[in-house]
């Protein structure tokens, strides 16, 4: 999923158009045409619009940025760096476990609340979009 596909899904479930989002950011005329060229991938945001594109849609910048077409590589990384930092390779192997660990019995109990009809579809993305990482 590219960085324009991510923004169009977020802005989507916020119920927002291309013109809405180019005006919550401040981009005063054709903001929508800005919006546009970022979801068809004709331009790409500097750091500080990708802020401002968060704050609007109420997510961690992150959640825009993260790269779906990398084969996983940082995630990769980051579970690597995790194990590495600790002083023995197992403390950092049972550091991963346990944010696992944790990370699956939260999906579970969120899963559970969206069948049960607890939360409805929008309300279980807002919660994961929204979110602490489990893995900092």
């Known amino acids: 999923m590219t960085y324009g596909e991510r923004l ?3 802005r989507q479930l916020r119920h927002m158009t ?12 054709r903001g929508d045409v800005r919006i546009a060229q970022y979801e068809g991938a004709t331009r790409h945001p500097r750091d500080s619009v990708n802020r401002k594109l968060a704050d609007a849609l109420h997510v961690d910048p992150q959640v825009l940025y993260w790269d ?18 600790e002083k023995e390779p197992i403390s ?6 346990e ?16 069948e049960m009809a607890e939360v409805n579809t929008e309300q279980y ?4 979009l929204n979110s602490e990482p489990i893995l900092l």
């Open 68 to 85: 779906t077409d990398d084969d996983n590589a940082n995630l990769y990384y980051q579970l690597l760096w995790i194990q590495l930092s």
């Open 99 to 114: 944010y696992m660990e944790e990370y699956n019995e939260e999906m579970d109990l969120l899963l559970n609340r969206l």
């Open 8 to 10: 169009k899904y977020v």
């Open 125 to 128: 993305i807002d919660y994961l």
């Open 18 to 29: 291309q013109a809405e989002l180019g005006l919550a950011c401040g981009f005063m005329n």
């Open 92 to 97: 950092g192997f049972q550091t991963i476990r």
